[in-house]
Antibody
């Protein structure tokens, strides 16, 4: 059974930092690109960042570029999101997700999310 | 970056209605468009990818169409479990971008 379990969320002051983790199991983690998607309270989905299976290529939304860093440790089957210079508008539930699409197969797996609250 | 504009932002419909939601891309994205469903308090679930390919396990009353910049999600006969918010996502290029969502409510 595929599981994605996020952790690391919590309350942080504006300008602070936080690191989110996503522990993956039930699939060959290193084979798949992984993404972070967030959702502010009562708002829509926002794609945040993605990383290739090897970790060698990363992508970011303009809203987080230069402040957030995505990484992965394939030996630990874990995805990370290091967040710096946090702002009130970063307050959201952060989901890690495997949104795989190929010519022969497609699936999407999501964690349950971890809440990040940026407030003084 | 590619902007995705969904319409309508909300709608009321009855069980059995045919429902159509539109998503427009700010530039051509070929057929690299996905549709997600999210129910309150739940994680999103992908229904359609590649504009018209139905994800495994998704009921056939859901269908997608379009190419280039104009896309539609159609629910042929709305069921009680379909009341939810629907999002489009372009998977043509990075950064990926979601539409703002369409909330389908009970009339």
């Amino acid at each position: 059974e595929v599981q994605l379990v996020e952790s690391g969320g919590g309350l942080v002051q504006p300008g602070g930092s936080l690191r989110l983790s996503c522990a993956a199991s039930g699939f060959t983690f290193s084979r798949f690109a992984m993404s972070w998607v967030r959702q502010a309270p009562g708002k829509g989905l926002e794609w945040v960042s993605a990383i290739s299976g090897s970790g060698g290529t990363t992508y970011y939304a303009d809203s987080v570029k230069g402040r957030f860093t995505i990484s992965r440790d394939n030996s630990k089957n874990t995805l990370y999101l290091q967040m710096h210079s946090l702002r009130a508008e970063d307050t959201a539930v952060y989901y890690c997700a495997n949104l795989y699409i190929s010519s022969s197969q497609a699936f999407d797996y999501w964690g349950q999310g971890t809440l990040v609250t940026v407030s003084s | 970056d590619i902007q995705m504009t969904q319409s309508p932002s909300a709608m009321s419909a009855s069980v059995g209605d045919r429902v159509t939601i539109t998503c427009r891309a700010s530039q051509g994205i070929s057929n690299y468009l996905a549709w997600f469903q999210q129910k309150p308090g739940k994680v999103p679930k992908r229904l359609i990818y590649g504009a018209s390919s139905l994800q495994s396990g998704v009921p056939s009353r859901f269908s997608g169409s379009g190419s280039g910049t104009e896309f539609t999600l159609t629910i042929s006969s709305l069921q009680p479990e379909d009341f939810a918010t629907y999002y489009c996502l372009q998977h043509n290029s990075y950064p990926r971008t979601f539409g703002q969502g369409t909330k389908v409510e009970i009339k």
